[in-house]
């Protein structure tokens, strides 16, 4: 079994910057992909960002330049960067890890951004 949980949410106005930390434990692959997932009111939930176990990133084009993930050195924490946020970024961000056999998900962080 695999436990995420992230942090770092809140509220910040519009042009401000947060940066959300997901730390996994349990059993771990060492091959396994992590991202980001968005789910804002009324809407489905959409990737953000995710990233491979060597680095490989993917972004949605709408936070490309804006959002930026990361590993941590320990390889089972991701980070995201979010800078010059807007009203529309507002969701609640899921961490997530994908890995043979597995699909694992966050409690989830609220993110809101005030104009």
């Known amino acids: 079994q695999v436990q995420l949980v992230e942090s770092g949410g809140g509220l910040v106005q519009a042009g401000g910057s947060l940066r959300l930390s997901c730390a996994a434990s349990?059993?771990?692959?060492?091959?396994?992909?992590m991202g980001w997932y968005r789910q804002a009111p009324g809407k489905q939930r959409e990737l953000v960002a995710a990233i491979g176990s060597l680095g490989t990133t993917t972004y949605t084009n709408s936070m490309k330049g804006r959002f930026t993930i990361s590993r941590g050195n320990a390889k089972n924490t991701v980070y995201l960067q979010m800078n010059s946020l807007k009203p529309e970024d507002t969701a609640v961000y899921y961490c997530?890890?994908?890995?043979?056999?597995?699909?694992?998900w966050g409690q989830g962080t609220q993110v809101t951004v005030s104009s």
């Open positions: 349990g059993s771990i692959f060492s091959i396994n992909n």
């Open positions: 997530n890890l994908r890995q043979l056999g597995g699909d694992y």
